[in-house]
């Protein structure tokens, strides 16, 4: 199956004929990944001038900002350079909320706005405290302290290596059969623990069983080193000055090399999809015969 949907939009943001967005939204929801070659997100020569992976605080792996409160965390600057960081993450996050939306009129009213980071860590022997945080193993997106409770997780990146060098991804096997394999070894969650991990503030909101589901399909897949191996895998090369998208946690992928990429999430209610019994949500409650929404 063909895996990756060209689209030639060039500017921020982009108008779409009415079959672009059609193709644009189905092609994700159908676990497909969509690439935009021609888009480029600019740096200026002063912001060029800046980066390096020093920019980034030793314990962390990226940058983050978040739109809605314009706070930044994780950046060590001087204080004459982190203004001028701080604009050009703020301005990724304005082009790229107003370039997906566009893209994806169906989603728009119902597309929450998450955090936006900058990575200018070289990803190629980068060290990470466990497997679990490993993001050079094939897995589905899911994190451990933030539960999505059922909304899909939507990634847009761009590549903007001044050194002309790409981002390189695998892409694993679909979703469907990934779920099918891991969900079987996972075990229900202790009762209790769900609710003091909420209380104790080890998850920022209540895991839903979806949330649990997900996140120890992810560890899983990250542990079995004969998985990570032997698995359907391909090599993917996002060439610099070029943009993608997909819907991570449908998406088995693995980021093995590259440096100075953005990156803006957006969570999306599932029944706000065009189709919602393509989510992951849905297909997971179908295989174990159970509601996962609590
Ligand atoms: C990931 O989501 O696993 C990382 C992707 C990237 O930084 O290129
Ligand atoms: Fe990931």
Not at 21 to 49: H, R, W, Y
Not at 135 to 153: A, C, M, V, Y
Not at 188 to 196: D, F, H, T
Request: net charge positive; hydrophobic share 35%; glycine share 4%.
């Amino acid at each position: 199956m063909k895996r990756i949907k060209t689209f030639p939009f060039s500017s921020w943001p982009s108008s779409t004929t009415t079959d672009e967005a059609k193709d644009c939204m189905q092609s994700l929801e159908n676990g497909m990944l969509l690439s935009f070659p021609s888009l480029n997100f600019q740096i200026t020569p002063e912001e060029q001038a800046l980066f390096s992976s020093n920019l980034v605080k030793s314990n962390r792996k990226n940058i983050s900002f978040d739109l809605t409160t314009d706070k930044m965390k994780g950046c060590e600057a001087s204080q004459d350079i982190e203004p001028i960081i701080h604009k050009m993450i703020q301005r990724f996050a304005g082009l790229s909320v107003e370039f997906v939306e566009n893209i994806l009129p169906h989603y728009k009213e119902h597309l929450i706005t998450g955090r936006t980071s900058f990575r200018p860590v070289e990803i190629k022997g980068r060290e990470n405290p466990s497997y679990k945080k490993n993001d050079t193993l094939l897995h589905l997106d899911s994190f451990p302290s933030r539960p999505t409770k059922g909304k899909r997780l939507l990634r847009f990146f761009a590549n903007v290596n001044p050194f002309e060098i790409p981002r390189i991804w695998k892409l694993g096997e679909p979703s469907k059969q990934v779920m099918k394999k891991f969900l079987p070894k996972v075990k229900s969650p202790i009762l209790g623990s769900r609710s003091l991990m909420n209380r104790f503030g080890i998850t920022k909101s209540y895991r839903i069983l979806y949330d649990h589901y997900m996140l120890h399909i992810h560890d899983k897949m990250k542990q079995d080193t004969d998985y990570q191996k032997n698995a359907a895998q391909e090599i993917v090369e996002f060439a610099p000055h070029t943009c993608w998208m997909a819907f991570t946690d449908q998406v088995s992928h693995a980021v093995l090399s590259g440096q100075y990429v953005f990156e803006q999430s957006f969570y999306l209610p599932i029944d706000a999809q065009e189709s919602p019994e393509k989510s992951p949500l849905v297909y997971m409650e179908k295989l174990l015969q159970k509601n996962l929404r609590t």
